[in-house]
């Protein structure tokens, strides 16, 4: 009973989150969890995790279209990068599941997900210095919806 308290108390402000429109990495775990759907929207725009300290990354696509129309990957940007640039340069790089290889972009990235289909999930992890980081689903079409911003401080 007493569990069950609590996850409706920690419900309630990931709710008010949320409503604020920031996703805070879980205190203990430097965790966060983005989720993707077929009308090309991430669950949050804005995330915080702890700088300097492993962060764990679940992704999970949500949809049920086929991956070759609607797959999603999250690919987070050096702080300061252009993610109209870099959605831009992704459309070309199909081969690569739209990570472009060359080592302009490749620098840009600091970490990335794979290309999910409808139902998968990939977990990824990485370490931030205190900033802002942009990411993007680089899936074609996708960049100008699906972008937000990871704040580690
Ligand atoms: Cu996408």
Redo the contacts with the bound molecule.
């Keep these: 009973m007493k569990i069950i308290m609590k996850s409706k108390f920690i419900t309630f402000f990931a709710i008010l989150l949320g409503a604020a429109g920031v996703a805070l990495a879980d205190h203990h775990g430097n965790k966060i969890e983005i989720t ?1 759907n077929d009308t ?1 929207q991430f669950n949050s725009k804005a995330f915080e995790v702890a700088a300097g300290k492993e962060v764990t990354l679940v992704f999970k696509n949500l949809g049920n279209l086929p991956k070759a129309a ?4 999250v690919v987070i940007l050096k702080p300061g990068t252009a993610t109209a640039t870099y959605g831009m340069a992704a459309v070309s790089a199909a081969a690569s599941e739209y990570i472009p290889q060359d080592d302009a972009n490749k620098a840009l990235v600091v970490a990335h997900t794979k290309l999910l289909g409808p139902g998968e999930e990939d977990t990824i992890t990485f370490t931030l210095e205190p900033g802002e980081y942009p990411f993007v ?1 680089s ?1 074609p079409g ?1 960049f100008g919806l ?1 972008n937000g911003v990871i704040t580690a401080k």
């Design positions: 993707a090309m609607m797959g999603h990957n689903c899936f996708h699906m």
